[in-house]
């Protein structure tokens, strides 16, 4: 049985190993290739502090933030999705499906449309949203404990309220507000900046460890909540916890760059079949980092002379995905569970 648990770490490790690797190898991609190439020893002088004309600014006031927080929204989208499911065990109960997203999309709207809000402004008002309506989706759905389905339908009810304000919202405006607002809806890495790059490292800081520590109860709770309480587990505080951190990690990440479609769908059951469908946060984040990272080198590079939303070119990827995952399920005999 030693043995056996010695070589699942191994094979964990291995994978976590590798998938950092290609996170690695795209955080470079990102740097250094595109419509600005940029040499290894160039990019070595200038993090060095020496100055290149032009190279200099494009490196460390685009490229570079604009990489770090992808990096960054990847690992949070990514572990914020996986805990979700991982707890409510089910593959659809992502942030981005059950309400959370779209309630930061519905405040940030609001706060463009009404009070023409900008920058800053528009990141507060997503985060506030994300956590009220993760907060009134739980109080509803917890009467009598809370289930997974029931959270999650009550999540889906509210995604689809959040999205007819966002439309009422935006087809009562002007044409230009209207576009700003379409514009963040999309996701997107192009106003990257090292003042946001500071404030989410600070919050990933203290909540990515706050969700290892939480994580040991997933395992149980996975198995439901009477085979979760035999084993000791304090199920309703555990959930709690949990959900409070998934939900700001999904938070700071869709106020970082707005909401990111389908990272938090898509990185957890890829890491689970990575890990023959074990769970992992760390897999899941990395996962998300990967996903990310290639999708913005190709929505800045897909158009020659326009850079893309990230989201126009994650989102793209949600629905074949969940096709895939229906699909795969029904070929198991999950299909109707």
Not at 27 to 43: C, E, H, K, S, W
Not at 121 to 132: F, H, K, N
Not at 269 to 288: E, T
Request: include cysteine; glycine fraction near 12%; charge should be positive.
């Amino acid at each position: 049985m030693q043995s056996v648990r010695a070589r699942r770490r191994r094979g964990t490790a291995v994978r976590v190993g590798a998938v950092a690797g290609v996170a690695a190898g795209l955080f470079a991609v990102n740097i250094l290739l595109g419509t600005y190439t940029v040499t290894i020893p160039d990019f070595l002088r200038i993090v060095g502090g020496a100055e290149i004309p032009g190279a200099s600014f494009i490196v460390l006031e685009n490229k570079l933030p604009r990489a770090v927080i992808g990096l960054l929204i990847g690992v949070a989208f990514g572990v914020s999705g996986a805990v979700f499911q991982t707890m409510l065990r089910n593959p659809l109960a992502s942030p981005d499906i059950i309400g959370i997203s779209y309630g930061a999309s519905a405040s940030a709207v609001t706060a463009i449309v009404l009070f023409g809000a900008a920058g800053v402004a528009v990141s507060l008002s997503a985060l506030v949203g994300a956590m009220v309506v993760a907060a009134a989706i739980y109080l509803i759905s917890r009467r009598g404990g809370v289930a997974g389905y029931r959270l999650i339908l009550v999540g889906i009810g509210f995604a689809a309220v959040m999205h007819a304000l966002v439309n009422f919202l935006i087809t009562r405006t002007d044409l230009r507000t209207a576009s700003e607002a379409l514009l963040w809806l999309n996701g997107s890495l192009n106003s990257s900046n090292w003042d946001r790059v500071s404030v989410l490292l600070a919050c990933l800081a203290v909540l990515v460890p706050a969700a290892a520590v939480l994580s040991r109860s997933l395992a149980g709770l996975e198995l439901g909540d009477d085979a979760a309480a035999g084993l000791g587990v304090r199920v309703e505080a555990s959930r709690l916890g949990l959900m409070a951190t998934a939900v700001a990690l999904a938070a700071v990440a869709t106020a970082a760059a707005g909401p990111v479609a389908s990272i938090a769908f898509l990185s957890g059951p890829i890491a689970r079949r990575l890990l023959g469908n074990r769970p992992s946060l760390a897999l899941a984040g990395l996962v998300g980092a990967v996903i990310v990272l290639g999708a913005d080198f190709v929505a800045a590079n897909l158009i020659p002379g326009t850079s893309l939303p990230v989201g126009v070119i994650t989102g793209a990827l949600g629905a074949p995905f969940l096709l895939w995952l229906l699909a795969t399920a029904h070929r198991r005999g999950e299909g109707g569970g």
